[in-house]
């Protein structure tokens, strides 16, 4: 089970960086999980068109299931 993250920093404002942690997963499979995070970073356009030009990173960690 694979979980996605974002992070967002935005070009006019460099220094200032968000993670954001998808509400839907876990998702059985990494590739399944890097679809979402397509889909997410598409979403953050919404927010502004500043978000047109801004850095987009990242991570689809395996989760340890163990005792969940």
Do not use: H, N, Q, W
């Not at 839907?24 to 030009?53: H, N, Q, S």
Request: with cysteine; proline share 6%.
């Amino acid at each position: 089970m694979f979980k996605a993250f974002i992070m967002i920093c935005l070009a006019s404002l460099p220094d200032f960086c968000s993670e954001i942690e998808d509400s839907r997963g876990p998702y059985l499979d990494r590739e399944a999980c890097i679809e979402r995070v397509a889909e997410m970073i598409e979403a953050t356009k919404a927010f502004g068109p500043e978000y047109y030009t801004a850095k987009y990173k990242y991570r689809c960690p395996k989760l340890d299931m163990i005792g969940t």
